[in-house]
């Protein structure tokens, strides 16, 4: 099935670090339909995809009023087109049955391709901070690799220049944090995923998650186990305490069990029960809510029954 071509009435171009919506606005390009079997992910895309209730959302207003917003794409070399902006569209789409997505194409370099990428999906509401992390990291080696360079004159695409700024003051310009807070994100790419995914469930604090991604891969792994056994995740004092030891090279899985069994002031105690503790006492068709409604049946029950035993 090949693209069908239409004209978007636009007038000028406009530089890569603006919205997509305005950068389509602002442009003379064309928009073709593209059948969704042609576009693919873009490579690395940081930004999870997942089917939620936005998601679903979406995909309703796609099938009352299709596609307002066209998405951008280029070229591949073994055919296709490479996503850059739109991936949530796309999977949308699919749910709404649609065959094709209004697309725009442009010929970008890596480096251009990828600050579009990050810039068209940073803005968005409940940006996790593992996707945030990544994203930061794409751009910053990006602009790393364009700082320096004399802008290149190429047709359908404009490459700013920088002047006296680094590129992680930049990211924050754009994002309104401070280059620190933008080195800081960065830092969580350092984690273990399994420890990132924590960070994301809010698990474990941010502040305490930069210090401990300066410990070395087996350090994360080990402090883990430690984790478990002790049933706590680190404040940001034992965090710091943690990262200091690594540095000294006397970071042990004794040290990190004694510091996370630590009375932590101020906090109540916890209990937590995982998944994988529980699974055990339950039908494996049980989903985490059922599970859930059971445990509180059954502790309802316990505490009648201890109630009607201390009134006796």
């Given amino acids: 099935m090949k693209p069908s071509g239409r004209n978007l009435n636009l007038t ?62 280029r070229p591949r070399e073994e055919g296709g087109y490479e996503l850059i902006s739109g991936h949530r569209r796309k999977r949308a789409s699919e749910l709404a049955g649609k065959e094709t997505l209004p697309c725009i194409v442009r010929n970008l370099d890596d480096d251009a391709a990828t600050i579009i990428m990050v810039d068209s999906n940073i803005q968005r509401e409940n940006i996790l901070p ?37 590129s992680t003051e930049i990211i924050g310009d754009q994002t309104g944090e401070s280059y620190k807070q933008v080195q800081r994100f960065i830092r969580l790419t350092e984690l273990v995923p399994e420890l990132l995914d924590m960070v994301d469930a809010k698990k474990i ?73 529980l699974k055990k006492y339950f039908p494996k068709s049980y989903t985490p809510q059922q599970m859930e409604e059971t445990i509180i049946k059954l502790l309802e029950g316990w505490s009648r029954k201890r109630q009607q035993s201390q009134e006796r």
């Fill in 205 to 277: 604090a941010f502040n305490p998650a930069v210090e401990l991604s300066y410990l070395k891969p087996h350090e994360q792994v080990q402090l883990m186990e430690a984790m478990d056994m002790e049933q706590s995740t680190p404040s940001l004092s034992q965090a710091q305490r943690l990262k200091k030891y690594s540095q000294d090279g006397k970071l042990t899985l004794d040290v990190m069990t004694a510091i996370m069994s630590e009375e932590k002031k101020g906090e109540p105690e916890k209990v937590t029960l995982t998944g994988e503790k």
């Fill in 130 to 166: 593992s996707e945030r992390a990544f994203a930061y990291k794409l751009k910053l080696e990006a602009l790393d690799r364009q700082l320096g360079r004399p802008p290149k004159e190429n047709v359908g695409q404009v490459v700013p220049t920088y002047s006296g700024k680094r």
């Fill in 12 to 73: 000028s171009y406009d530089e890569i670090f603006q919205t997509e919506e305005t950068r389509i606005e602002a442009s003379q390009e064309k928009i073709i339909d593209i059948p969704l079997t042609q576009l693919h992910p873009f490579k690395n895309h940081p930004f999870k995809v997942t089917d939620d209730e936005s998601m679903l959302e979406t995909a309703e207003s796609i099938t009352k009023h299709g596609v307002l917003v066209p998405v951008i794409a």
